[in-house]
């Protein structure tokens, strides 16, 4: 029987892990604090961004909440970067992408402290990750690496294949499954639109990583039997009674030849979410000095 990997599930264990560590950090004076800037009118992002004040309110992680014109100039964002940076009761720091095309977004991430960069996303926290040494985990990444330990999949020594090379997904993922260290010890291929024969990468394989951002480009026939596929793509399709969201895997035909597989909605998405407040946690304890055991 092929093993439905619950993300929502190992989400809610992260969430209730957490809680212990927030309230003694706030006994102690300090309520972890995550700081989001939105700056488009994206329905999507507005949903992620009133999702994420959802998840902390939940735990008890504090919130503020800044919306700036996406018309504005670049500095009233930087700004806004600079005070939050700045300012003591925020921990976390999240800059919600896209922004505008006039404002340039790696001068954005430069910009944040990188000890409240919780998306793990500043050049000083990239190369951290890169040399076995992370402060942040990129969250999508790391909430992949717990749910494969929720499914006691043993990563050391299995071949994993990566599909997409984004900053965000793909080049942090495959960094932390090659890392000397749990989770890791994987030998590792990165595939992209650019791979000569994609279909032969993923046969070898014994753990699949979709990321690419392709609805359902990878089908069952494209699979070995066992493999373990987890599926990171969002994407929104038309259908005929509206739309719905599928992920880069196709779920019906990949599902019988996998030996776990994660579904979409309800995989990988509120790993995310669960590991964005991880890292909110984190970011308050190191900068308190008031050490938390973290799930
Ligand atoms: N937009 C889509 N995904 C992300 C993310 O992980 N972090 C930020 N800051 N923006 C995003």
Redesign the pocket.
Known sequence: MTEIIDGNEVAQGIRDGLVAGIDDLTAAGTTPCLATVLMNNDPA?QT?VSMKHKDCEEVGIATRDIELDPEAPAAELFDTVDELNADPEVHGI?????LPDHVDEREVLRRIDPAKDV?GFHPENVGRLVAGNARFKP??PHGVQKLLAAADVETEGADAVVVGRSN?VGKPMANLLIQKADGGNATTTVCHSRTDDLEAKLRAADIVIAAAGVPEMITGDMLSADTVVIDVGINRVETDEGSELVGDVDFESAKPKAKAITPVPGGVGPM?RAMLLWNTVKAASAESGVDVRLP
């Open positions: 992002s992620y999240l800059v919600q992408m896209p998306d969250c999508t965000i995310t």
